[in-house]
């Protein structure tokens, strides 16, 4: 007996090894995503921009590494027009369900009939065992077939890849040789945090790496390599060539790329110009008027952290008590739910009225502070103390300058690694004493509380004769 053929084997195409379902995206909708990534935006926000959902702009976003590819970025040049374009396959679709011949449909998109015939053939949706014709499904076949995939050079040269990864991921070794592993670390796949343990390694970095190769093979032309291969190799998903723990070897530790217009981003979603440096009153600049603060967070070990306001003319500090709650430990936290460490936006706003309530009303002007997620509810934090609220430049720790001395001297008391949340609010309070009760060169060698009690008087005085 005479098989029967399929009709779907005249489509020419070899079997698919399972490639998962067509996308239903298209080039525009990717080359907007990566348009808006180049802007600065995050991936989230940008798969909004472009109409797709959020994790699907995620996923693109890890799998090329950060990076999008050459025919995907903003300045790629457009498609010739001697290839099918979305919009005439939807048409070719539309014109099948309605019977239409080839030729017909050819006249219509003013085609060559043999184009629409092989388009009908080759990219068709084959599932069935029939030749049915859908816009999104040929899209994606005729997408896989214009992929010119260049194996990676690290992927075939056995020593070259060799002679990178002992150098990206060697182990230190002791003047006797003996090899020093240093700290376990596990792969997070994920950007370290500062502070932590990294991998003891060689740590070359790629361009170290990528320039050492001359010197050290003059005359082997095979064992080049450029940085910037290195860096794609890490992390882009399925290059095949370097593994993606390796990442953790890298100076950074980032285990994605950052845009450049995203490290130039303005800084959080909750800063708004008019709570920018900029605004703030020029007596607060000029240090001529008291009652201006500043504000940070110093961290300690196992994500603990003490709050501390510092008065910008007298240099009187207050410190902000922010254990940790009961909960800390003993579950996972919630997204989007309260920080167990314990210095979240609602336990550092609480915590600031509740310090600066102790303070008279006139040395109550002004509170600056850097972009850190913990003054998220800052506008909050104006209407119940009447403060108003300033922030930094990101990356600029130099327009806190005072608060940044003072959290220098803060560390002989808590000292880099330590567990902060050891020490209670009575500790606190002690160590505020002493510092405010120590002479300071920039006051003449009074003490913050003698100047602060000078600068209360002084303004007292004032409003006395004013009256």
């Known amino acids: 007996m005479k098989p029967i053929k399929r009709q779907s084997d005249r489509s020419g195409r070899s079997k698919l090894r399972s490639p998962g379902r067509p996308r239903t995206a298209r080039r525009e909708d990717q080359q907007r995503f990566w348009a808006l990534i180049a802007a600065g935006w995050s991936s989230e926000r940008a798969a909004t921009g472009a109409g797709i959902s959020p994790a699907v702009g995620a996923r693109w976003f890890r799998e090329a590494g950060g990076m999008p590819t050459t025919t995907l970025s903003p300045r790629a040049a457009p498609l010739s027009g001697r290839f099918l374009s979305f919009v005439e396959r939807e048409e070719i679709a539309l014109y099948r369900a309605q019977q239409l011949g080839i030729r017909e449909i050819a006249r219509r998109l003013k085609r060559a009939a043999s184009t629409i015939s092989r388009e009908v053939r080759r990219n068709a949706a084959t599932r069935s065992g029939g030749l049915v014709y859908r816009a999104t499904t040929a899209q994606w076949h005729a997408e896989r077939a214009a992929r010119r995939p260049k194996p990676a050079k690290l992927a075939v040269n056995v020593a070259l890849r060799k002679y990178v990864e002992d150098r990206l991921s060697g182990l230190l070794v002791s003047d006797t040789g003996t090899p020093i592993s240093g700290p376990t670390v596990p792969w997070k796949g994920r950007r370290h945090g500062q502070r932590q343990d ?64 995203r490290r130039r981003s303005p800084g959080k979603t909750f800063v708004v110009p008019e709570v920018m440096l900029k605004a703030r009153p020029e007596e607060a600049t000029n240090r001529d008027v008291p009652g201006h603060w500043e504000g940070d967070l110093i961290l300690g070990l196992g994500s603990s952290s003490i709050g501390t306001l510092v008065e910008r003319t007298t240099r009187f500090t207050l410190l902000l008590h922010l254990p940790r709650m009961p909960e800390y430990g003993l579950e996972a936290p919630a997204k989007n739910g309260p920080a167990l460490a314990g210095h979240g936006a609602q336990a550092v706003r609480e915590a600031i009225a509740r310090v600066i309530a102790t303070v008279p009303p006139q040395l109550r002007r002004s509170l600056t502070w850097d972009q850190g997620a913990e003054m998220s509810q800052h506008a909050q934090l104006h209407l119940e103390t009447g403060v108003g609220i300033y922030f930094c430049e990101p990356q600029s720790p130099w327009q806190r300058g005072t608060n940044e001395n003072t959290n220098g001297l803060l560390r002989q008391y808590f000292p880099k690694g330590t567990d902060l949340s050891l020490h209670s609010a009575d500790d606190l309070a002690a160590v505020a004493k002493t510092l405010n009760a120590r002479p300071r060169k920039v006051l003449g060698w009074q003490t913050p509380n003698e100047a602060f009690e000078h600068a209360l008087h002084g303004i007292d005085a004032a409003v006395a004769t004013t009256v």
């Open 198 to 261: 990294r991998r003891w390694t060689a740590a070359w970095s790629p361009e170290q790496i990528a320039q050492r190769l001359r010197l050290d093979f003059p005359d082997d032309d095979t064992m080049r390599i450029s940085h910037e291969a290195i860096y794609q190799a890490l992390y882009i998903e399925g290059r095949g060539a370097l593994r993606r723990d390796l990442t953790a070897c890298l100076r950074m530790g980032r285990v994605l790329r950052v845009p450049r217009a």
